[in-house]
């Protein structure tokens, strides 16, 4: 018995490695009293619904007896174990991850069929078909062809309160590209994004302000639409795939800068104010991108704050549910509007983009009517103090710290998206900006940046900068070579 119970024990630690959490603290081998399976949140499981696409699943097994675990086809049906402990403890239980691969044919069901001691329960496992008048990629296919990206920034998402009278004194536009060229990057030509191209960049990301071109009724200026659309088919005409959001509507409110138009908050006790707005503008927005391809992908919003403009974790955790009911919103407008939209690759972040262990926890995966349409994004700019200009607090090395910290990051981010939400990720801002550092410390930082990109199935869009926009001329063409290499 004591041998038994060794191989038990080893049998269960490897588990744990696969996110089984923990061995018994029960010593139960025969039967069992309670046998339940419950998601994340607790609520019963008798069927899960996966996307023609690769996906994962957890689920908690709840039971006082050791379990095994069968599924009725292994060739597309995976665990991530196939037997465990129980717990004396009912509100203990093991976690267990379902995965499936690719459905590149017709739907199938199949069954997980948990059992311990002479109690059982049956999980009915659905995985969609290829639907033929589906032709967008997944979002996982987007990570697979898109490995690095770039962000114009500085450019369509200046956001200035022409209403106030300290930014009338100095800033007068007439026209959209007034708008565009007023943080000092020139207007977007089609060589300019041919020249990002070229380099290897497979995705751009085109951040966009709205609020100063919405009328009193929230309509948006037809001028700055067109624009919008201008630099899209710029950037598709080059065979990158293109990222267009709502920025800072939200954002920090900065009264010296005159920007008290930002709107889009983290605030539930608005929500209900904020969501018609919010809704309304990307009514507007997919209904004037709707016969575009799947190299247009939309993301929700940039990085929301609460109405305090916490970029820390928000004071009160009414802050999440706030933007998740907002993201909820969005997905639900977009895939309203049809055509290319019902398919469409949606982006969704948590409280500012941020990945703290609080913000990851407080996201939640908006649901969708059709699945495997949908992308988590974050921001990182780890070390903090390395990739950016933090006075006495700089860190001048790339060293072993800084990676371990980026180590930790991956991990926590890949544990929340992929492994409990069942989600594709990217990062979708990143980069080390501080130019005052030796070149060769940031290109240590890119070089690893690209090989966990890599590691992790994922990509990130490195921010702006790299490229002299106005001569074309690769100023830090290091940079750039050690993020392609990174990544092969």
């Not at 996906?55 to 597309?76: C, L």
């Not at 991530?80 to 017709?106: F, I, P």
């Not at 009338?168 to 191209?197: K, L, R, V």
Request: aromatic share 12%; hydrophobic share 40%.
């Amino acid at each position: 018995m004591k041998k038994v119970i060794y191989l038990l024990s080893v049998v269960c630690m490897m588990a744990a490695a696969f996110t089984i959490q923990g061995c018994s603290d029960s010593d139960s081998s025969g039967g069992a009293s309670r046998l339940s399976v419950t998601a994340m949140d607790t609520v019963a499981v008798s069927q899960l619904d996966f996307g023609a696409t690769k996906g994962t699943k957890m689920i908690g097994i709840n039971t006082d007896g050791n379990w095994d675990a069968v599924v009725s086809d292994t060739s597309w049906i995976k665990l991530s174990a196939r037997a465990g402990y129980g717990y004396q403890y009912e509100t203990r239980m093991s976690w267990l991850n379902v995965s499936v691969v690719a459905n590149t044919s017709e739907a199938r069901t199949g069954t997980l069929t948990i059992t311990s001691g002479g109690l059982s329960k049956v999980v009915t496992i659905n995985q969609m078909g290829r639907n033929l008048n589906d032709n967008f990629i997944s979002a996982t296919e987007f990570l697979e062809e898109a490995p690095l990206g770039y962000n114009l920034g500085n450019t369509l998402e200046s956001n200035h309160d022409i209403t106030s009278a300290s930014v009338q004194s100095w800033f007068n536009p007439q026209t959209p590209i007034d708008w565009e060229t007023c943080w000092g990057q020139p207007q977007t030509t089609q060589e300019i994004i041919d020249a990002i191209a070229s380099k290897g960049f497979k995705v751009i990301r085109v951040p966009v302000t709205w609020f100063p071109h919405m009328d009193a009724n929230d309509n948006i200026d037809a001028a700055w639409m067109a624009r919008v659309k201008e630099v899209v088919n710029m950037v598709i005409k080059s065979g990158c795939y293109c990222i267009i959001n709502v920025h800072h509507d939200a954002s920090e409110y900065d009264a010296s800068r005159g920007d008290g138009a930002h709107w889009l908050l983290a605030d539930l006790s608005n929500y209900d104010t904020i969501s018609k707005r919010f809704k309304k503008l990307w009514q507007q927005i997919a209904e004037a991108f709707q016969d575009y391809d799947d190299k247009l992908l939309f993301e929700a919003v940039n990085e929301i704050l609460d109405e305090k403009g916490n970029w820390g974790n928000p004071d009160n955790a009414d802050a999440y549910t706030a933007i998740n009911k907002l993201e909820q919103d969005f997905v639900d407008v977009v895939r309203a509007t049809g055509g290319n939209n019902t398919y469409r690759n949606l982006v969704v972040n948590p409280y500012s983009a941020g990945h703290t262990q609080a913000k990851l926890n407080g996201f939640n995966a908006p649901s969708d009517v059709v699945a495997g349409h949908i992308l988590a994004s974050v921001h990182s700019y780890d070390p903090y103090n390395f990739c950016n200009d933090n006075g006495q607090w700089n860190v001048e090395a790339f060293d072993s710290s800084c990676e371990t910290e980026i180590d930790e990051m991956f991990s926590m981010v890949d544990k929340r998206f992929r492994q409990e939400l069942g989600i594709p990720y990217f990062y979708g801002e990143f980069g080390a900006l501080d130019d005052k550092k030796l070149m060769a410390e940031r290109v240590k930082y890119a070089t690893y940046m690209a090989k966990k990109f890599k590691a992790y199935g994922t990509i990130g869009l490195w921010w702006m900068g790299l490229i002299e926009r106005k001569s074309l001329e690769w100023y830090e063409v290091q940079i750039v070579d050690a993020l392609m290499e990174g990544i092969k």
